[in-house]
């Protein structure tokens, strides 16, 4: 097998794998959209204030259907480019691919040079929105142990997010109103994995919440040295980041490759009209 057959088998098989991937947001965007109650009974997580969830999932879904449809139209113009050895749709595909490769590069720079303002942005938005629409319910059965209500969905994953990552709030305690934390700022008492604590929460599997220090809920000088979820996500983040820049690194590898290999196919074609 020559150069040319290599070049168009690793296009095909790379550009069928983008057109599942493709095909499977758009499916699961469209589907949300038409009926998002039936999504969320199939995930069995029904969150209780649909009003706050609605813009949340309607967002999210209309993501997955702009994105599902890119990738599924750049994978249809790769996999016909590489099968029917069609030059226009190679050209297209490699200058597609090479646009997206060179925004998210620019995405790189942008947020290395900007990163103190997108930070603060996305303080104040995420402050703002657990100020207004944090509404789950504890209610004190003895030192340490409360009935837990979970609230809308933003409050069920704020609430397992300050449990598995130790902190409190956005940036801190404050971003409660009235400087009324929840007890789920307290570090939990529990057998088990933390994370599967929060993944229970999430859920709606938890029905009581337990924590290590009787004294933490309502004690601002105790709370004072709980971070922020915010600080405790970048630190996770920065402890990771060997993977996420492996997989940053991985994913414009693949992308170098495949306007290579569609720029090889094209000249190989070229070549081969060009013979006598």
């Known amino acids: ?15 069928i794998i983008f057109f599942i991937i493709g095909s499977v947001c758009l499916g699961v965007g469209i589907w949300v ?37 890119a990738i599924f139209l750049i ?15 190679l050209i297209v595909y490699a200058v597609i691919i090479g646009v997206l490769l060179l925004l998210q590069i620019g995405a790189f720079v942008t947020a290395y040079f900007f990163y103190d303002q997108i930070v603060d942005v996305l303080n104040d938005s995420l402050a703002n929105a657990l100020n207004k629409s944090y509404n789950s319910e504890f209610q004190e059965k003895s030192a340490g142990q409360f009935d837990y209500t979970g609230g809308n969905i933003l409050s069920k994953g704020l609430d ?11 940036l801190n305690y404050t971003d409660y109103p009235n400087d009324a934390f929840p007890p789920t700022c307290c570090p939990a008492n529990y057998s088990g994995k933390i994370k599967d604590l929060a ?42 980041s060997i993977i996420f820049i492996g997989i940053a690194a991985g994913t414009i ?24």
């Open 1 to 15: 097998m020559g150069c040319e057959g290599c070049a168009r088998i690793t296009l095909l098989v790379f550009n």
């Open 33 to 69: 959209v038409v009926d998002g109650t039936v999504f969320l009974e199939v995930l069995g997580k029904i969150p209780e204030d649909t009003s706050v969830v609605g813009s949340l999932i309607q967002d999210a879904a209309y993501i997955l259907i702009g994105g599902g449809a």
């Open 75 to 89: 994978a249809f113009f790769g996999c016909c480019g590489a099968w029917k050895k069609n030059k226009c749709l």
């Open 160 to 170: 397992a997010i300050q449990i598995e990552f130790k902190c409190c709030g956005v």
């Open 199 to 240: 993944d229970q929460l999430w859920k709606g599997d938890v029905t009581t919440y337990t924590t290590t220090a009787p004294n933490c809920h309502g004690n601002i000088t105790y709370i004072e040295t709980v971070p922020g979820c915010l600080d405790a996500i970048k630190d996770y983040i920065l402890d990771k």
């Open 253 to 276: 590898a693949v992308q170098l490759i495949l306007v290579f290999l569609s720029c090889c196919l094209f000249c190989s074609i070229e070549n081969e009209e060009k013979k006598p």
